[in-house]
């Protein structure tokens, strides 16, 4: 059994920071790429950033300068660092982790349950 849990959502001021954490737990033989993506209401899920297990990163275009992600391959963990933060930030901010249980297996792909990022004007 594999989870993820996330923390550090919550309420800021436009212009405020934010820092996310996600932590992989269970049964894991090997966590890959990890990432961060969100939901705003009315929209579709999109990727926010994304980063392989040797640091190689990814943004969204909207966040490219604002939010940097981060991991700690030994805890299994990836963080998100948003700087700047922008009233359409607001979303739900999921964590996603692509991983192998056994050496020999595939991949699967795992999801948090999600932490609300509500940015005020």
């Known amino acids: 059994q594999v989870q993820l849990v996330e923390s550090g959502g919550g309420l800021v001021q436009a212009g405020g920071s934010l820092r996310l954490s996600c932590a992989a737990s269970g049964s894991i033989f090997v966590v890959n790429a990890m990432g961060w993506y969100r939901q705003a209401p009315g929209k579709q899920r999109e990727l926010v950033a994304r980063i392989t297990r040797g640091g190689s990163t990814n943004y969204a275009d909207s966040v490219k300068g604002r939010f940097t992600i981060s991991r700690d391959n030994a805890k299994n963990s990836v963080y998100l660092q948003m700087n700047s933060l922008k009233p359409e930030d607001t979303a739900v901010y999921y964590c996603?982790?692509?991983?192998?249980?056994?050496?020999?297996?595939?991949?699967?792909?795992?999801w948090g349950q999600g932490t609300q990022v509500t940015v005020s004007s």
């Open positions: 996603a982790a692509t991983l192998k249980i056994t050496g020999w297996g595939p991949e699967h792909d795992y």
